[in-house]
């Protein structure tokens, strides 16, 4: 039994620890938490233990697999359990994965540990699909589409305006842009022709609606170079047809093959999930198995899913998966 560490219990880590109860060849032996551990309450009832209590339990976890957020706990919190466990993190932040590697990548190699990052569905699963796709189409043009999904850090984003009480943001692609591009069109996009931003506001009572919905169309990054539309509904109504975390897209390879580039391809990889943090869970879990079996055959230092053989994430033998997946 690969033998857990939980650091952090948000919605992230409440889908770790449900892939990890799930898995037969794993086992769940504590979540960590820097808030009082008498104040979170696990849903399988594992126990709760203070984030500084991981030191003295070097010997009774095979990996940790760290569920903060990228913006300001990851880039430190990865590199300091790197250097007592082999861990994992779902690391999103794309510009700074580099500078996040290297740092993991000393820690984790002067310990003799393996840490493998931004172990998500986009970094993660989508990188993949990109570095697949462009291997056999080297002639061609790479395309993400986001969603229809909520964005947690957006939702957050307007949640921070003056007079808004609540709020969800769904990521939308243009439809006729993704046909464009599964049409082997090779179109060159702008932000704006390739996702709509929608948002739905609870308004705190008295608040100017008018000012709120300016204030979200015109942010800078989040919502300007966007389409965007605004719905002010009542929390009621919020609650009751938008509590969910459902997202997914797609990654859309196009190019041609053959002498003459005679041949058009198109490569498509597609997730619909019911729940993003549920879904990256899984596979940070996953991650967390190939983390083990790498460290157990004497790797160290950093690494990405590109760095990990596929057999290494599944549960399955060599066997089955020769005998049903190959």
Not at 71 to 98: G, Q, R, Y
Request: proline share 4%.
């Amino acid at each position: 039994m690969i033998k857990i560490g939980i650091a952090g219990y948000g919605n992230i880590g409440r889908g770790v620890e449900a892939a990890v109860t799930r898995s037969h060849d794993m086992e769940l032996v504590a979540v960590f938490t820097r808030r009082d551990p008498l104040s979170v309450h696990t849903v399988t009832g594992t126990q709760v233990l203070a984030y500084d209590q991981m030191d003295s339990m070097k010997d009774d976890l095979d990996v940790v697999i760290i569920c903060g957020g990228s913006a300001t706990d990851l880039p430190w919190m990865t590199p300091e359990l790197a250097s007592k466990f082999n861990v994992i993190d779902s690391f999103d932040n794309h510009a700074n994965i580099p500078e996040h590697f290297a740092n993991v990548d000393a820690a984790a190699s002067a310990a003799g540990k393996v840490g493998i990052i931004s172990c998500g569905w986009d970094p993660g699963y989508f990188s993949l699909a990109r570095i697949l796709a462009d291997s056999a189409l080297p002639e061609g043009d790479s395309y993400t589409f986001w969603g229809r999904g909520v964005s947690q850090g957006h939702s957050d984003a307007i949640r921070r305006i003056e007079g808004v009480k609540d709020a969800r943001q769904y990521t939308v692609p243009v439809e006729a842009a993704v046909e464009s591009v599964r049409n082997n069109e090779h179109p060159e996009f702008t932000a704006r022709q390739m996702h709509l931003r929608e948002c739905w506001v609870v308004a705190e009572d008295g608040a100017d609606k008018a000012a709120i919905e300016e204030a979200i169309k015109t942010m800078p990054n989040y919502f300007e170079p966007y389409d965007t539309t605004v719905t002010f509904i009542t929390q009621e109504e919020l609650d009751r047809d938008h509590s969910g975390l459902p997202h997914g897209g797609s990654v859309i390879r196009s190019g041609r093959t053959g002498l003459d580039s005679e041949f058009d391809n198109t490569v498509e990889f597609t997730l619909n999930l019911d729940s993003n943090p549920f879904f990256t869970g899984s596979i940070l879990a996953a991650a967390a198995r190939a983390a083990y079996r790498m460290n157990s055959e004497g790797q160290s230092g950093a690494r990405t899913l590109f760095d990990v053989p596929p057999a290494y994430l599944s549960h399955h033998t060599r066997e089955e998966l020769l005998a049903h997946m190959l």
